[in-house]
């Protein structure tokens, strides 16, 4: 455990097979009416560690003759790598369950977990595929995903949350305000928790230190992922964001700033492409090779995510036009 500020601990936990499964922080804001933000992996091993580091929290107060009690647990959005945790955390250490009505609906059973990222129809938007063999590779698609998530992330479901709560509202931890309020985009169901007095935000994984958020269909909105970071930008005495990946971000207004440049210079990316390709037009594949030309064909299924939605943000503002024939789609500059 590290103490990243007085009173908040970082709990990393560890990953696995690279961008598969990445390492996670779990936060415990510590005091006598207690809290831990994002409930992380779910796997015995996971939450084995996750009580000893806990423990030793509790140690370090009780040497200081300091109150320690976590009452609640709160995940930042219903993706499993942020909640897969809850249940085994919750019953071991008599935790309440706060989830907002959003995340309640993803998670309660495993149907509307898997239909949450049931991203057909954005499939249909960038390729023309034969219907039976879809049926075929989604049904291994979904059963790879089940097994993934099971083992991996140790996933489990949750359909009686302790307590339901607004999106926006204020909740007290150990005597002090601090705001919970919405900061889609990555995932509609995403919230956020600022103190501040502290200036401190904890921003899921709406605000990374070192890598991109992951932006895709079916859950992401770039339009509402930008509007989440220039709410960010807007926090009175934003001092310090302590994220879902990676380490705390020291320079708030630094990092806000570079997000917010590089989604529009990716934009620009792809209509430069487009506008280069204007006589005969260029496939979506086409448009993920030249961006990402030398990288892995695991970085190109990655990316696909954040290009469809630009793809249909620029089609939407009239910018390009999608073209489809019997077996090709095209995009061309309007
Ligand atoms: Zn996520």
Not at 22 to 38: F, K, L, R, T
Request: charged share 30%.
């Amino acid at each position: 455990m590290f103490e990243v500020y007085p009173d908040i601990f970082l709990i990393k936990e560890e990953g696995a097979l690279g961008a598969a499964k990445p390492p996670e922080n779990i936060y415990v804001i510590a005091g006598s009416n207690g809290i831990i933000y994002d409930a992380g992996y779910g796997t015995k091993k996971d939450i084995k560690h996750v009580f000893k580091e806990l423990k030793e929290i509790e140690e370090y107060y009780k040497a200081q003759n300091k109150d320690f009690r976590l009452t609640r647990i709160l995940p930042s959005h219903s993706h499993p790598d942020h909640f897969s945790g809850l249940n085994r955390l919750r019953d071991s250490l008599g935790l309440k369950t706060i989830l907002t009505k959003k995340m309640a609906d993803v998670i309660r059973d495993k149907e509307s977990f898997y239909k949450s990222f049931d991203a057909d129809d954005f499939e249909d938007y960038l390729r023309i595929r034969n219907k039976v063999k879809r049926k075929i590779r989604n049904f291994f698609r979904l059963l790879g995903s089940k097994l993934f998530y099971q083992h991996m992330y140790g996933v489990s479901f949750l359909d009686d949350p302790d307590e339901i709560i607004e999106e926006n509202s204020d909740i007290l931890i150990n005597g002090e305000t601090w705001k919970i309020f919405p900061s889609p985009g990555h995932c509609k169901d995403h919230i956020s928790l600022y103190n501040e007095q502290k200036g401190i935000l904890f921003s899921g994984d709406n605000v990374l230190r070192s890598i991109t958020t992951w932006l895709g269909p079916p859950e992401s909105n770039i339009n509402d992922y930008i509007t989440s970071i220039e709410q960010f930008k807007k926090l009175p005495n934003l001092k310090l964001i302590l994220t879902a990946h990676g380490s705390p971000i020291e320079n708030p207004h630094e990092r806000l700033d570079e997000i917010l440049k590089h989604r529009k210079e990716r934009e620009q990316q792809v209509l430069n492409i487009i506008h280069k390709h204007s006589e005969r037009g260029i496939s979506p594949k086409g448009i993920i090779k030249t961006i990402y030309a030398n990288e892995s064909r695991f970085l190109h299924t990655v990316a696909r995510g954040w290009v469809v939605l630009t793809l249909k943000k620029l089609e939407n503002n009239n910018q390009i036009k999608r073209q489809v024939t019997k077996n090709k789609i095209l995009f061309f500059p309007v």
